[in-house]
């Protein structure tokens, strides 16, 4: 059974930093892209980010690039997202997921962790 656990988030001045962790387990970690979404009031999720399992592919959302950075240790199995230069317009739920290699959508989700950064 695929469980993604986010442990983290919490509130955060503007210009601040903060990292989320996503925890795995029921599956074969190294067989999964693991990616980052997030839910803001009022909107649709988006994607943030993706990153292979050998890591040498990682997307991001154009909103993110340059600040966010994902990342993953495959003997944990736990993916992270690091998260600079916070403004107010990265309030949201952020969602860890997951994507068998073979697939073409992510499959498998977290429940999500608050962040709310604060001007």
């Known amino acids: 059974q695929v469980q993604l656990v986010e442990p983290g988030g919490g509130l955060v001045q503007a210009g601040g930093s903060l990292r989320l962790s996503c925890v795995a387990s029921?599956?074969?970690?190294?067989?999964?892209?693991m990616g980052w979404f997030r839910q803001a009031p009022g909107k649709e999720r988006e994607f943030v980010g993706s990153?292979?399992?050998?890591?040498?592919?990682?997307d991001y959302a154009d909103a993110v690039k340059g600040r966010f950075t994902i990342s993953r240790d495959n003997a944990k199995k736990q993916v992270y997202l690091q998260m600079n230069s916070l403004n107010s317009e990265d309030t949201a739920v952020y969602y860890c997921?997951?994507?068998?290699?073979?697939?073409?959508?992510?499959?498998?989700w977290g429940q999500g962790t608050q962040v709310t950064v604060s001007s």
């Open positions: 029921g599956f074969t970690f190294r067989s999964y892209t």
């Open positions: 990153i292979t399992w050998s890591s040498e592919r990682i």
């Open positions: 997921a997951a994507r068998l290699w073979s697939a073409a959508r992510f499959g498998s």
